[in-house]
């Protein structure tokens, strides 16, 4: 098989394809006509193929998943003939290598000599001080920098680097684009230059796994290429191809977007009621390697945050799959997980005790809340009665009911309804039974809003009982 052409030439940072390199690499485009899978970025003067034709010297900003291109735009940039290519890592480089790059462009350009592209790869692993480093140079266009990033460059990348540079969006590739270039990698004399053949199950097979990721599809199909061939046989069959690659490695970063992306989907998932993606989403993070505690924490918020009253073992159940995680670990625990994520996609939903307390703490901000009232008051040290402190204090206990009129709130916070029960699972009777309790405690006074979805099946006996204890109470 041929060895693909080196692209920028030698001393560039990037290593040209030879004949032993990996098949991804051999099989990198050698033009922009052989670039497949971002068609909205490829249209005829659209930013993508200025940058690499050099018809304009933009600063840009690759962001997308892994094996979406990246790295492969470089090397098409790096073969623009007429422009000195520079490339480096961001885990390997420091700032004073970016400004040695930096000087060495600006004193070409003083010279007449050519432009330079500066190309660093994982730039969302550079500090704000290295990302500093790069904005004179951006800006008066001493170097035109083309950086790549898989994470969210509005989270990784600082606003002044980002508003100096195009943005471009780079997607997972589609099955059809990954499908394609498996069979040209198949055909091509860059890769197995026909020598096999793929059975339809085993390209469907591997299509499956790489999901977007055409470096992951090509890895994969080199190594059932070479399990085929070791066997003598010119057919790389499905038992091959499932041999070769034993698991598919989950697109999954604890601390890049896809944490955020797969966080979010599973809570959404969950308060949806859509258990069986709710369990994908906790399968996905599990296999990544996701911490058992942070996915138990989000598990325990949620048990307040969207179903709260409407099923208050929701919450037991939850801190209960908290406690598993510590005492019993994984990989058992994954089951303690399931049993509290099942619970909480199904069970009926109300987020009345996250408005009421925002509610709350929007008033408390707001100022809102005059001082303690004086029956309220702590009246146990010595002086508090003279202050007057507990004062017509009554003890609920004292009541029949467990309930009296009495003023609890603030002055300028009587009669307002943080709480709106739902009218879904437990709170029903919650509601029911709330509309009674208010007008006890505040004696007929009107409330300032209404209680949504009460229901009819709440008793006016409230909080049966009476007590004997004192009735000095904080």
Sequence with gaps: MRTAPPAGGVGNGLTPATADSPLPVRMRPASLDELVGQDHLLAPGAPLRQLVTGTAPMSVILWG??????????HLVAGATDRRFVAMSALTAGVKDVRAVIDTARQQRRAGGRPTV????????????QQ????????????????ATTE??????????????????LQPLGDDAVRGLLRRAISDERGLAGALTLADDAEDHLVRLAAGDVRKALTALEAAAGSAAARGGGVIDLATAEQAVDVAAVRYD??????????????KSMRGSDVDAALHWLARMLVAGEDARFIARRIVIFASEDI??????????????????????????QLNLAQAVIHMATAPKSNSATRAIGAAISDVRAGRGAGVPRALRDAHYSGARGLGHGTGYRYPHDDQRGVVTQQYAPDDLVGVDYYQPSGHGAERAVAGRLPVLR???RG????????????ADGGATVNGGISAAGKDQQ
Excluded: W
Aim: aromatic content about 6%; some cysteine.
């Design 118 to 129: 500066l190309f660093i790869d994982e730039v969302h692993r550079f500090s704000k001080t």
């Design 444 to 455: 007929g006074r009107a409330a300032q809003s209404t209680v949504e979805g009460g229901a």
């Design 439 to 441: 007008g006890i405690v």
């Design 308 to 333: 709260g009253m409407a099923d208050p073992t929701a919450l037991t159940v939850a801190t209960a799959a908290a406690h598993a995680v510590e005492y019993v670990g994984l990989p058992e625990v």
């Design 254 to 267: 604890r601390d890049g977007d896809a944490h955020y992306d797969v966080t979010s989907a599973f809570i």
């Design 65 to 74: 998943p892994p094996g979406s291109g990246k790295t492969t735009i470089a």
């Design 152 to 169: 969210n460059p509005y989270f990784s990348v600082i606003s002044p680097l980002l508003s100096r540079c195009v943005l471009l969006t």
């Design 132 to 147: 500093d480093a790069l904005l004179a140079a951006v800006e008066d266009r001493t170097v035109t920098l083309l950086a």
